[in-house]
């Protein structure tokens, strides 16, 4: 049976630390270290594109871990109406490049359209098998 935790945070800047604070200790809580700073660096990309174009004036956003076997997937989930940037930044930005860089270091992403908000999610291959105990 997957294992799963989410937590909703508010749309401040102090926010982003604490959505990574929280998925690293799920990660631990876990023991799926192998990906961690993958993982933690995808937390604080996917957060502050929530932040800075997903969530109106006070409304939250959601973070989500799931594990299922060894396959862990991040999801970031907003209400707000901006559809998630699309393609690789320009060369010569001085911003916009944490979507690339979630999708590199990452096994897949993806972007799940809802009727109010949508989820940006990306999934890591780990090692082991979850025991199901946690």
Excluded at 25 to 39: A, F, G, I, S, T
Aim: net charge negative.
């Amino acid at each position: 049976m997957p294992l799963s935790r989410q937590r909703r945070f508010p749309r401040s800047r102090a926010s982003v630390g604490a959505a990574r604070t929280f998925v690293h200790q799920v990660l631990m809580d876990w023991d799926r270290l192998d990906r961690l700073d993958d993982v933690t660096l995808c937390a604080s990309e996917l957060a502050t594109n929530a932040l800075l174009h997903g969530v109106p004036p006070g409304r939250q956003y959601c973070v989500t871990l799931t594990l299922d076997g060894p396959l862990l997937r991040l999801a970031v989930r907003d209400t707000g109406d901006h559809p998630a940037p699309a393609g690789p930044p320009a060369e010569d930005a001085c911003s916009g490049r944490g979507l690339h860089l979630a999708r590199e270091v990452s096994d897949d992403l993806g972007v799940t359209e809802h009727v109010i908000g949508k989820t940006v999610w990306v999934v890591f291959k780990t090692d082991g098998e979850t025991d199901g105990g946690v």
